[in-house]
């Protein structure tokens, strides 16, 4: 009988520590906001960025920057930080025939479309929409951030979903996917991947991704656009 107790006494303490184990996990997986935010790009309420409760942005880790442009394509860049998270899902709306850059996603502050960069970071892929056309460039700078993918899209009235992580990539409407390991590239070093790097070991900016809507990151001087209406991000 006390060979029992004391197995039950150990299962309940086996127990207790699974609990204690569960409730440090959640406590870590609760660091990353999964409030979504969407991003208004019509003019309506002053193109603010509209969450829960409607008109405030209550994702601290989602920094919506300035608005821009005309009431009709309002323009913006967004500061994503993916500190705790393992990924970002990003879905941007159409309204009508996108023309120009109307969407923008990018690992530096200081890029500008066609894998240029202003060497804030080794880790600078991007993917870009310029009318109904997709691209992804990658982080390789030494080789030129060579263009990884090109794919022509139907957006018109449409939408499309990117989802972003550590060496990762997809999109969809049509569902596709870019992966990359994470050491590549050896030469800068630290080594690196090919695609977003989360986080990024080589600059200051941390987890941090950039999403340029109706514009690029950094400028944007003439690379901007009209047709993105609205943005929904969310984090996980």
């Not at 790009?41 to 209550?58: D, Q, W, Y």
């Not at 879905?91 to 850059?101: H, L």
């Not at 700078?141 to 899209?153: E, H, N, S, V």
Request: hydrophobic fraction near 40%; glycine fraction near 12%; include cysteine.
């Amino acid at each position: 009988m006390k060979f029992t107790m004391l197995n039950r006494k150990s299962l309940l303490l086996v127990a207790l520590s699974f609990c204690l184990v569960g409730a440090t996990a959640s406590s870590a997986k609760a660091q990353c906001n999964t409030t979504p935010v969407v991003i208004d790009l019509t003019g309506a309420g002053s193109g603010t960025s509209i969450g829960s409760p409607v008109g405030t942005n209550t994702n601290p880790q989602i920094t919506v920057g300035p608005f821009a442009g005309p009431l009709t394509a309002r323009q913006t860049v967004v500061t994503i930080n993916l500190a705790g998270c393992r990924q970002a899902n990003i879905v941007v709306e159409y309204e009508g025939q996108p023309s120009g850059w109307t969407a923008h996603t990018a690992d530096s502050p200081t890029s500008d479309g066609f894998g240029g960069d202003g060497g804030t970071t080794i880790n600078n892929a991007e993917v870009q929409i310029v009318d109904e056309t997709m691209a992804v460039y990658s982080a390789d700078t030494l080789a030129g951030a060579p263009q990884l993918l090109r794919q022509d899209l139907s957006l018109t009235d449409s939408a499309i979903k990117f989802v972003v992580r550590n060496q990762f990539l997809s999109w969809g409407q049509a569902y596709g996917f870019l992966q990359s390991p994470d050491n590549i590239i050896q030469n800068p070093a630290p080594p690196h991947g090919l695609l977003f790097a989360i986080p990024d070991t080589a600059s200051m900016d941390g987890s941090r991704i950039y999403l340029g809507l109706n514009r690029v990151v950094l400028g944007p001087g003439t690379r901007i656009g009209s047709g993105a209406r609205r943005a929904i991000i969310t984090l996980q």
